[in-house]
């Protein structure tokens, strides 16, 4: 059964899963165990508002998504590249925020809203990535287009091999490249070229494109090994 936690998130237990992919442990929550209790803080004040306005933690994720979205095709094909970063971080938040909305309503989720999240967060990076491309594309850079095109695949497909394997009764909670240090490394990277700073989101899509491919190899492993176990 998925619950969904304060932290802002869907799992299937409420500890911090590790996996082991090429001989090495990763702990998949490490990134944000420090900023989640801090950000769901801050965050209480408007999560009770929300609740009052009878606002619930599916139409908070709706909502993030949206904005992100929107933010996404119109920031970055324009080369509004810092704004565009700022505005979707804003609208991440609401990934967090609908876990708040959750528990002060005195809902813990459900089935729906763990398959809601979790769809509506694949459309959010998609866009992210969609509007990166449109970027390049603008600029004539068929390159960085074929490297955050792979970033996009590669990204899908890390989140598909993790669903598959858990569809299959295994797991795949292994690798180098999650959903939250993608987005970290989008971001920054993106915000940083958008201050001026010079190759800095080149480097940072082809450290996507690698991270993102060496995940879905170690997830394949992962699978690979447990079906020969059984």
């Not at 494109?209 to 079906?227: E, L």
Request: hydrophobic share 50%.
């Amino acid at each position: 059964m998925f619950t969904k936690y304060p932290c802002g998130g869907y799992h299937k237990g409420c500890g911090a899963k590790k996996g082991v992919g090429f001989g090495m442990a990763y702990d998949r929550t490490a990134m944000l165990k420090l900023l989640r209790p801090a950000m769901t803080r801050i965050l209480t004040p408007l999560g009770r508002a929300l609740v009052g306005l009878g606002i619930g933690p599916n139409a908070v994720t709706a909502f993030g998504t949206l904005g992100t979205i929107v933010a996404a095709l119109i920031f970055f094909p324009l080369g509004r590249l810092a704004w565009g970063a700022l505005v979707i971080t804003f609208f991440v938040l609401f990934d967090l925020l609908d876990g708040v909305v959750a528990r002060l309503g005195g809902k813990n989720g459900s089935t729906w809203g763990a398959f809601l999240d979790s769809t509506f967060d694949r459309v959010a990076d998609a866009a992210i990535f969609a509007g990166l491309i449109l970027y390049f594309v603008a600029r004539g850079d068929t390159l960085m287009t074929a490297v955050t095109l792979c970033c996009l695949i590669a990204g899908t497909l890390v989140s598909y091999a993790k669903a598959r394997a858990e569809g299959l009764g295994l797991t795949a909670d292994v690798g180098i490249a999650e959903r939250p240090e993608r987005l970290v490394v989008a971001l920054v990277t993106t915000f940083l070229a958008g201050l001026g700073v010079p190759y800095v989101l080149p480097a940072g899509m082809w450290l996507l494109a690698a991270a993102s491919v060496v995940t879905v190899v170690q997830r394949a492993m992962a699978v690979y090994q447990q079906t020969r176990e059984t």
